[in-house]
């Protein structure tokens, strides 16, 4: 069950976010939030997996950095990207309002860059990577992280049936990892979802 602390600023969020985009014009201000029922089916996924360590690329104002926060093993972390300095300032007022600012940490700048960054001097794999950003990119990010993952990853994409064209590159680039299970789910604009099943030793 979600914290009642934690729901009550996803409702928050839900609710500003959806205002927010229908009157801004200004695609770089616009919060573009999962949907709700996505939100729900990644916290699906994420909670049993007991995940150490999930990266998200894309934090916009944290929306769904709680949800990841929130399905985090004990003593997990989420380390979450975006190029935009307002929304990373934004993201760390509304995860110190869900209490969970202690579970994330929030890097801004090009996300291939810090990727490549983290992969070369991070020791301890990713178990979830949540691709929520540039699409067009995001093939780069997975090559760079493929040997930062653990056996048994879970990679999850947002967009998989709204953009396209756009995320056409990654869900190839994913079609090629002959050892993982892979779906896109039409829920909210489509989430791709890949799997890798670890092997018993």
Not at 172 to 199: M, N
């Amino acid at each position: 069950m979600i914290d009642p602390q934690v729901r009550a600023v996803l409702d928050e969020l839900e609710a500003w976010g959806a205002q927010n985009d229908r009157v801004e014009t200004d695609r770089s201000r616009k919060m573009l939030n999962l949907e709700p029922e996505t939100a729900q089916l990644v916290r699906a996924l994420v909670a049993p997996r007991q995940a150490q360590r999930i990266l998200e690329i894309g934090t916009s104002n944290g929306y769904s950095t709680i949800w990841l926060a929130a399905s985090l093993a004990p003593g997990g972390r989420v380390i979450s990207l975006d190029r935009n300095a307002a929304k990373t300032a934004l993201a760390k007022t509304n995860l110190e309002k869900a209490g969970l600012a202690d579970r994330v940490e929030l890097l801004t700048g090009d996300a291939t860059e810090i990727v490549a960054k983290l992969a070369a001097e991070l020791d301890a794999p990713f178990d979830v990577v949540f691709f929520d950003a540039d699409r067009f990119s995001a093939p780069q990010q997975l090559a760079i992280l493929l040997p930062k993952l653990v056996p048994a990853a879970l990679l999850l994409a947002d967009n998989a049936l709204s953009h396209p064209e756009e995320i056409a590159g990654y869900l190839a680039a994913i079609g090629k990892l002959t050892d993982f299970e892979r779906a896109v789910v039409p829920v909210g604009k489509g989430l791709s979802v890949a799997f890798r099943v670890a092997q018993d030793s």
